[in-house]
């Protein structure tokens, strides 16, 4: 794997992790 590969990788995890945590949020405040 190319340091390019490794940093899409990390940023596409970043990215995902991100994402459901923002869903997790909106979940949170639609239920309160």
């Known amino acids: ?3 390019a590969e490794a ?3 990390f940023l ?3 990215g995902i ?3 459901l945590n ?4 909106c979940r ?3 239920y309160e």
């Open 1 to 3: 794997m190319t340091e």
């Open 7 to 9: 940093t899409h990788a």
């Open 12 to 14: 596409w995890q970043n």
């Open 17 to 19: 992790l991100t994402n």
């Open 22 to 25: 923002q869903l997790i949020d």
């Open 28 to 30: 949170k405040g639609y």
